[in-house]
């Protein structure tokens, strides 16, 4: 929101400068961004009398005029054959800038010009002007012109919060600046003739539309607007266009209520219908583009035909042009949600949309439409008809009891009731006492999008009475001492635990883009945001491995080569309607396993990898199971699902090369793996089961093997537990290079044998080891490569 300093001035009389007053808004809410100077004008231009225009002896397209400034006869050279004797003129002396240019004496064909006679074209006020600018009023030669035509005006860029609607006004901030500095808010007061009833009758057939307030005026003449009308609106960044329709910018950037003209000659019948469009509709709007409707739009019509998309924009076909007479007028309210949707559809952010979508005051039509029959008779010499006005969803004034220690309570600080009460009152609040404890506050409809509780209440107070007066005082609160609960501390366990393994925690956004889930596409599950901030942010995440690839990537791509990353924390499934939050652990690593180790060059592999989830199941006494598995963007034969008791839990994986490349940058091995946190925290033990010391002796056997690449050895592990007497088998080696055929890979398995019943013979050992050797070499295409006793 620009506000105008000297705009603002109308309504309230301050003495601060803009810098003063920017630090004071500020601190309130409303936060000035920055301090503009509108028009980039500076130096000395004076009004200037003309009082001889002479032909330049050297020049045809030239004239020498004698001006007087009131002090001095100045001699200026002009090129504008239109300058007259008489004419009073905006002059430009020595060291004057207009925009980029610094007037300086010069001598134009052998003539000394000792300034500039200027157009509204070099003070910003016209896009293109034709001649020099001739006053119309008698000015005193010599007259400061910046100071006459408020040139030195300076506009605060206000950023307004969603929640303050009210404040997207030039009175809603002089309201502010009211009850800043206690001081009384004049507001404009009408006065207008009005000649009988409107003869437009209005229909709401839309529950889109609140309230339709309208009149019509006659007999209005379009033409340019004053020069103060245009400065304003030129100040607030809007583009003068002519006086009708500067007038309703005006009353909207004056107001905060968007209104409308039409055309009243272009209407088919003498008649206003507010009703939804039809599916297939199109509408000529005055951005020069039709536009086609689904049927969830709101439409104002004559009955026959659309004029205007509601609370948007109007239609090219009725609005005022320089040959319009009569116009009608609308103040309205509209359904916030129906204008924000529409508006976002159509990707059209008007000045209108902006405020409508937000909240408008419903209860200030009769002002607004007041106000503008007063300038069109003031500015167009428009008379204005009797109002009609149809308000179907009325909007009454909320009410808030209010108890006056609330105020204490909260803020900490006793503030005198008496300026309590003067504070709501300056900002328009209604306050009543109830008793001697209680007040009855009445909430203006400008704020009934905003204000709907006590606490509300203690904000306006505080902010207007300034923080910075309250003493602050170091938080206290009172402790039990009951330490993290039991999902607080395992959860601090597993971090503790992830760090010891050399990884570093990452915190991940929860939203990511639906073109990610849909790049990788190994969940079936998509929760989609209904009004997500951006398309980058449509989706919450389903799985922790998006955010930490990017924050993997990033690292990489800046020679961090070696990257070990996890992340705790709540992924989302189901649908958009009925979201499920659970709690996850996943990590990626990439590089060496200890990149500070010199004498250590290991990298990340399948198996080194997984023994970080064998770390885990050991640390909450638990027994992971894993299944080869294929999984969209993963390997084949380096993916795998984790399970605990048959229950799928999670997975573990390396990332498909190609995705890795194409869409990360990373050209080495990336390691992922995905569990439930809520699954572990569920299932630990804190005490685990007790087991007896064996009694009888163990004995181990290896055996290597010449596997196939590609072969899932997890087979062979599971199958050995099929035997008598073997209580543990693993791999304990795998070796790939000098004396191994190729295709193939050297893998030692392992067994341990015992019996819990008698110690077990050589005799019966060997039996059991040949016979596992030989059925495994028949069964699968194994070869024996040497055995270890």
Known sequence: MRLSIEWLKDFVDFSDTPEELAERLSLTGNNVEEIITPFNVSGKIVAGKVIKVEKHPNADRLIVCKVDIGSEIRTIVTGDLTVKEGDIVPLALEGTRLGDLVISPRKMRGILSEGMMCSLEEFGLEEKSDSVYRF???????????????????????????????????????????????????????????????????????????????????????????????????????????????????????????????????????????????????????????????????LITDGKRPLALAGIMGGE???????????????????????????????????????????????????????????????????????????????????????????????????????????????????????????????????????????????????????????????????????????????????????????????????????IVDRWNFTNEKVKIKNPINEEMDVLRPTLIYGLMDSLSYNYKRQNRNVKLFEIGRVFKGTTEQPIDVEKIAAVAVGRLNKYDYTDNRVFTFYNFKGILDNISDLFKLKFGFKEAEIQGFVPTRTAKIYLDDKEIGFIGMVDPEIADKFYDVKDEIYVFELSADELYDNFKEVPPYRESAVYPSVRRDVSFLVPKNFRMGIIIDELFDYDYVEEAGISDIYSGKGIPEGYTSITVYCVFRSNEKTLSEEEINKTWTEIKKRLTEKYPLKLRFEEV
């Not at 379009?222 to 266009?241: D, E, F, H, K, T």
């Not at 039409?262 to 509408?283: C, H, P, T, Y």
């Not at 366990?493 to 010891?500: E, G, Y």
Request: proline share 4%.
């Open 136 to 298: 119309k009023e008698e000015i005193a030669p010599g007259t400061d012109i910046i100071s006459y035509l408020k040139l030195d005006d300076k506009v605060l860029d206000v950023e307004i919060t969603p929640n303050r609607p009210d404040c997207l006004s030039v009175i809603g901030l002089a309201r502010e600046v009211s009850a800043l500095y206690d001081i009384d808010l004049k507001l404009p007061e009408n006065s207008f003739e009005v000649d009988g009833k409107c003869e437009v009758d209005v229909e709401i057939e839309s529950k889109g539309c609140w309230r339709y307030t309208t009149r019509v005026v006659r007999g209005v003449k379009v033409g340019p607007s004053p020069l103060w009308l245009q400065r304003r609106l030129i100040a607030a960044g809007v583009r003068p266009i002519n006086n009708v329709v500067d007038i309703t910018n005006y009353v909207l950037l004056e107001t905060g209520h968007p209104v409308h003209a039409f055309d009243l000659n272009l209407l088919s019948n003498k008649k206003i219908v507010v009703r939804d469009a039809k599916k297939g509709e199109k509408l000529l709007l005055l951005d020069g583009e039709e536009y086609e409707f689904s049927g969830d739009e709101v």
């Open 317 to 515: 076909d009725s609005g005022v042009t320089e040959n319009t007479t009569d116009v009608l007028l609308e103040v309205a309210m509209f359904d916030p949600v129906r204008i924000r949707k529409t508006s976002k559809k159509f990707g059209l952010m008007t000045e209108a949309s902006y405020r409508f979508e937000r909240g408008v005051d419903p209860n200030d039509a009769e002002y607004v439409i007041d106000r503008l029959s007063t300038l069109l008779s003031q500015l167009a010499g428009g008379v204005s008809t009797e109002v009609v006005d149809v308000y179907t969803r009325k909007i009454e004034p909320k009410v808030i009891n209010y108890p006056q220690k609330t105020t204490e309570k909260v803020v900490g600080e006793y503030i005198e009731k008496e300026t309590q009460k003067k504070i709501l009152t300056r900002l328009g609040f209604k306050v009543e006492d109830l008793d001697n404890d209680t007040w009855k506050i009445h909430i203006p409809t400008f704020r009934y999008f905003d204000i709907e509780r006590p606490i509300d209440i203690v904000e306006e107070i505080s902010r207007i009475y300034g923080t910075s007066k309250i003493e602050s005082e170091p938080f206290r609160i009172l402790t039990k001492g009951i330490g993290r609960t039991k999902i607080q501390s395992l959860r601090y366990k597993l971090k503790t635990h992830m760090t010891s393994e050399g990884f570093s925690e990452a915190t991940t956004l929860t939203f990511v883009a639906e073109a």
